[in-house]
T-cell receptor, first 115, second 109 residues
Framework: DAGVIQSPRHEVTEMGQEVTLRCKPI?????LFWYRQTMMRGLELLIY????????DSGMPEDRFSAKMPNASFSTLKIQPSEPRDSAVYFC?????????????FGEGSRLTVL | GEDVEQSLFLSVREGDSSVINCTYT??????LYWYKQEPGAGLQLLTY?????DMKQDQRLTVLLNKKDKHLSLRIADTQTGDSAIYFC?????????FGAGTRLAVHP
């Protein structure tokens, strides 16, 4: 079974450039989450969608960050313009929102380095 | 607001038991979870406990929940080198999980 698929796995870019991270959730899952992991702040929830609708974006750091989910099988997280402090591993996760345990299934992450 | 706290590091000898502790703030959480992250990978659910339970055992894993003190622990019996990873405590319900900072478990011979 295909899990959550993220791309790219690694991205190195220069300050000021636009970065787009992509996620394909597990088929049939109706909730999608974007997390950011850094040594300093641990794992932070940035935004989550339910049935393609953004429910809570209070974790999005600032207006430079935006996320979309145009359909049930695809989501993007965009940073424009990027800054060195955005360097982190970005995880996408999905779940079936009304499932018994609410387990999240994580992708392998996109490691972003902004120089 | 919601908050989950756990110690950052734990070092144990192979074969000993490991105990990872966590405190949380949201008493309305339906489930509490332990996730495991191996190097270069995403998080994977290790085990979970329903909020009306005190204990859950699953092979080498024992989860203890003290709702009064909002304290959750994970005990790994007979710890092996393959258990070396970061362990995250999480609280929440069906649509939103809040994770702790993670405890890095190092297993040495």
């Amino acid at each position: 079974d295909a899990g959550v698929i993220q791309s790219p796995r690694h991205e190195v870019t220069e300050m000021g450039q636009e970065v787009t991270l992509r996620c394909k959730p597990i088929s049939g899952h109706n909730s999608l989450f974007w997390y950011r992991q850094t040594m300093m702040r641990g794992l932070e929830l940035l935004i989550y969608f339910n049935n393609n609708v953004p429910i809570d974006d209070s974790g999005m750091p600032e207006d430079r960050f935006s996320a979309k989910m145009p359909n049930a099988s695809f989501s993007t997280l965009k940073i424009q313009p990027s800054e060195p402090r955005d360097s982190a591993v970005y995880f996408c996760a999905s779940s079936f929102g009304t499932e018994n345990t609410g387990e999240l299934f994580f992708g392998e992450g996109s490691r972003l380095t902004v120089l | 607001g919601e908050d989950v706290e756990q110690s950052l590091f734990l070092s144990v000898r192979e074969g000993d038991s490991s105990v990872i502790n966590c405190t949380y703030t949201d008493s309305s959480s339906t489930y509490l979870y332990w996730y495991k992250q191996e190097p270069g990978a995403g998080l994977q659910l290790l085990t979970y406990i329903f909020s009306n339970m005190d204990m859950k055992q699953d092979q080498r894993l024992t989860v203890l929940l003290n709702k009064k003190d909002k304290h959750l622990s994970l005990r790994i019996a007979d710890t092996q080198t393959g258990d070396s990873a970061i362990y995250f405590c999480a609280e929440g319900g069906y649509n939103k999980l809040i994770f702790g900072a993670g405890t890095r478990l190092a297993v040495h011979p």
